[in-house]
T-cell receptor, first 112, second 108 residues
Framework: EAQVTQNPRYLITVTGKKLTVTCSQN?????MSWYRQDPGLGLRQIYYSMNVEVTDKGDVPEGYKVSRKEKRNFPLILESPSPNQTSLYFCASSLEQGKGQYFGPGTRLTVT | KNEVEQSPQNLTAQEGEFITINCSYSVGISALHWLQQHPGGGIVSLFMLSSGKKKHGRLIATINIQEKHSSLHITASHPRDSAVYICAVSRGAQKLVFGQGTRLTINP
């Protein structure tokens, strides 16, 4: 089954404790992105990747890192999480530039 | 002013009604996307358009590039169509900017 998976689905952590949210797709897609969704602000793009070893900033990259060492994986790294990074995070992938995206199920992160 | 504006923000209708959700944008785009977010939180991509009109089942999406406007229509609406509908625009590569979403509720 074609899908984008994210882990963990739910995470409660404390300020400053490094964490990684994994994202994996099984569709051989070139393009992958990370988004966060906040009440009143909607979805905002954090980072995106057009291929292995090619990443670029979206609209809200501060406090986040990504890597794309393999085509299927695009982890989101929070080196020192802060409470303002409490949010619902979505990973997505698409086959080509401009094509519709497949979204992961979301990761709800709470930083206390 | 947001780059992508949707209207209405909330819409409640009776089963069977014809639904229209609007999206206006203020920047040049390479494509426009319509997404559906289910009450459980999952997001599904419905359409990606750069011109004209697309249809999938009871859903129709149109775009007018000159007027920088797109509409999403739902014919013969059903309670299972209740969701948040999100418009997003691509500004080159994979950069996406999203509207605030329209919360649609269809009552039986």
């Amino acid at each position: 089954e074609a899908q984008v998976t994210q882990n963990p689905r739910y995470l409660i952590t404390v300020t400053g404790k490094k964490l990684t949210v994994t994202c994996s797709q099984n569709m051989n897609h070139e393009y992958m992105s990370w988004y966060r969704q906040d009440p009143g602000l909607g979805l905002r793009q954090i980072y995106y990747s057009m291929n292995v070893e090619v990443t670029d900033k979206g609209d809200v990259p501060e406090g986040y890192k990504v890597s794309r060492k393999e085509k299927r994986n695009f982890p989101l790294i929070l080196e020192s999480p802060s409470p303002n990074q409490t949010s619902l995070y979505f990973c997505a992938s698409s086959l080509e530039q401009g094509k519709g995206q497949y979204f992961g199920p979301g990761t709800r992160l709470t930083v206390t | 002013k947001n780059e992508v504006e949707q209207s209405p923000q909330n819409l409640t209708a009776q089963e069977g009604e014809f639904i229209t959700i609007n999206c206006s944008y203020s920047v040049g785009i390479s494509a426009l996307h319509w997404l559906q977010q289910h009450p459980g939180g999952g997001i599904v991509s419905l359409f990606m358009l750069s011109s004209g009109k697309k249809k999938h089942g009871r859903l129709i999406a149109t775009i007018n590039i000159q007027e920088k406007h797109s509409s999403l229509h739902i014919t013969a609406s059903h309670p299972r169509d209740s969701a948040v509908y999100i418009c997003a625009v691509s500004r080159g590569a994979q950069k996406l900017v999203f509207g605030q979403g329209t919360r649609l509720t269809i009552n039986p």
